[in-house]
C-alpha cells in the first residue's frame, strides 16, 4: 500500500545533540512537509518542499534543518539550537498546488532526557 | 493574512445526535478548506475539502460540511453521531500556493 512512514516513533534528545527524523513516501508526490504539533495550538509549518533539491522555510524554522536529496525522503534535523522541541513531529505529502489534500505519516514524539 | 478559526476546543454529543464541529477562515482570493481528523498518536487523515461547485461536500464516514462564502465559514457535520467519531478535528484553508493553515483542533467527544 502506498503510503508515508515516519521514523522512529519515538525519540529522546540530550542536551546538545542534533537528532533527524526520517519521513519517506512512496505515493510519487512531489511535495512534501513538516508539521511541529503542540497541544492546542494546532500543526504549524516547519519546512516544505515542492520538488527535489529545493525546500523552503515555513513558518517556525529556526532550529530546524532539512534535506531533499531524493524525491521519497524528506528529512528533518532538529538540532541543538531549537530550545524546546519536545513536540509531535508529523510529515506530509501532496501531489502538489493548494488544491491537493495532503497524506500525513504517523508522526514522531520527541522529548528530551 | 491567511487564518483558521475553530472557535471551540472542546464538543461533546450524545451517540445518534447530529454533530457540527465550526471553522470560519480568512484568505485572500479563492479559499481550499479542508477537514481532517486525528486519532490519539496518528498522523492526520483527509475527511473532505471544497476547492469549487457546490456548497455542501460530503466526505468520509459520513461527514459533510458546509461551504459559506458569504459567513466565511466549513462547518463539519454528520447526521448521527458515532462513539468511534470521538477525535480531535482540524480544519484547514490553503489559496493558490501549496501550504495549508490549520486550526487549532476541535476535540469531539461522543457521549454513549
Given at each position: 500500500?502506498g503510503g508515508i512512514?515516519?521514523?522512529?516513533?519515538?525519540?529522546?534528545?540530550?542536551?546538545?545533540?542534533?537528532?533527524?527524523?526520517?519521513?519517506?513516501q512512496n505515493l510519487n508526490h512531489d511535495a512534501m512537509y513538516?508539521?511541529?504539533?503542540?497541544?492546542?495550538?494546532?500543526?504549524?509549518?516547519?519546512?516544505y518542499s515542492q520538488i527535489?533539491?529545493?525546500?523552503?522555510?515555513?513558518?517556525?524554522?529556526?532550529?530546524?534543518?532539512?534535506?531533499?536529496?531524493?524525491k521519497e525522503?524528506?528529512?528533518?534535523?532538529?538540532?541543538?539550537?531549537?530550545?524546546?522541541?519536545?513536540?509531535?513531529?508529523?510529515?506530509a505529502s501532496s501531489p502538489g498546488g493548494g488544491h491537493q489534500p495532503q497524506h500525513?505519516?504517523?508522526?514522531?514524539?520527541?522529548?528530551?532526557? | 493574512?491567511?487564518?483558521?478559526?475553530?472557535?471551540?476546543?472542546?464538543?461533546?454529543?450524545?451517540?445518534?445526535?447530529?454533530?457540527?464541529?465550526?471553522?470560519?477562515?480568512?484568505?485572500?482570493?479563492?479559499?481550499y478548506?479542508f477537514?481532517?481528523?486525528?486519532?490519539?498518536?496518528?498522523?492526520?487523515?483527509f475527511?473532505?475539502k471544497?476547492i469549487?461547485?457546490?456548497?455542501?461536500?460530503?466526505?468520509?464516514?459520513?461527514?459533510?460540511?458546509?461551504?459559506?462564502?458569504?459567513?466565511?465559514?466549513?462547518?463539519?457535520?454528520?447526521?448521527?453521531?458515532?462513539?468511534?467519531?470521538?477525535?480531535?478535528?482540524?480544519?484547514?484553508?490553503g489559496?493558490?500556493?501549496n501550504?495549508l493553515?490549520?486550526?487549532?483542533?476541535?476535540?469531539?467527544?461522543?457521549?454513549?
Amino acid at each position: 500500500d502506498g503510503g508515508i512512514t515516519q521514523s522512529p516513533k519515538y525519540l529522546f534528545r540530550k542536551e546538545g545533540q542534533n537528532v533527524t527524523l526520517s519521513c519517506e513516501q512512496n505515493l510519487n508526490h512531489d511535495a512534501m512537509y513538516w508539521y511541529r504539533q503542540d497541544p492546542g495550538q494546532g500543526l504549524r509549518l516547519i519546512y516544505y518542499s515542492q520538488i527535489v533539491n529545493d525546500f523552503q522555510k515555513g513558518d517556525i524554522a529556526e532550529g530546524y534543518s532539512v534535506s531533499r536529496e531524493k524525491k521519497e525522503s524528506f528529512p528533518l534535523t532538529v538540532t541543538s539550537a531549537q530550545k524546546n522541541p519536545t513536540a509531535f513531529y508529523l510529515c506530509a505529502s501532496s501531489p502538489g498546488g493548494g488544491h491537493q489534500p495532503q497524506h500525513f505519516g504517523d508522526g514522531t514524539r520527541l522529548s528530551i532526557l | 493574512a491567511q487564518s483558521v478559526a475553530q472557535p471551540e476546543d472542546q464538543v461533546n454529543v450524545a451517540e445518534g445526535n447530529p454533530l457540527t464541529v465550526k471553522c470560519t477562515y480568512s484568505v485572500s482570493g479563492n479559499p481550499y478548506l479542508f477537514w481532517y481528523v486525528q486519532y490519539p498518536n496518528r498522523g492526520l487523515q483527509f475527511l473532505l475539502k471544497y476547492i469549487t461547485g457546490d456548497n455542501l461536500v460530503k466526505g468520509s464516514y459520513g461527514f459533510e460540511a458546509e461551504f459559506n462564502k458569504s459567513q466565511t465559514s466549513f462547518h463539519l457535520k454528520k447526521p448521527s453521531a458515532l462513539v468511534s467519531d470521538s477525535a480531535l478535528y482540524f480544519c484547514a484553508c490553503g489559496s493558490g500556493a501549496n501550504n495549508l493553515f490549520f486550526g487549532t483542533g476541535t476535540r469531539l467527544t461522543v457521549i454513549p
